[in-house]
């Protein structure tokens, strides 16, 4: 599993700091989810969601909490 950042208004999944990528495999790689949320406060993101990305994509999800996607807030 990966874990990665992604914008729920643009769909797009953060590749480095300011940029932002379509395609979930160029995206930037956290080792688990703590670290995407500690990425997240650290530069001030807002807004992203968790996306959990598996191998095979089938089974890809955004993390959840209470039906809504799992929004992080810096």
């Not at 599993?1 to 995206?27: C, Q, R, S, V, Y």
């Not at 997240?40 to 999800?61: E, I, K, M, S």
Request: hydrophobic share 40%.
């Amino acid at each position: 599993m990966k874990t990665l950042l992604h914008n729920p208004i643009t769909h797009l999944f953060l590749k480095h700091l300011g940029e932002w990528t379509l395609d979930p495999d160029k995206a930037m790689q956290f080792a688990d989810v703590s670290e995407a949320q500690k990425y997240c406060h650290a530069h001030h993101l807002n807004g992203v969601q968790l996306f959990l990305r598996f191998d095979p994509p089938d089974y890809d999800a955004i993390a959840e909490r209470q039906g809504e996607g799992l929004m992080y807030e810096a």
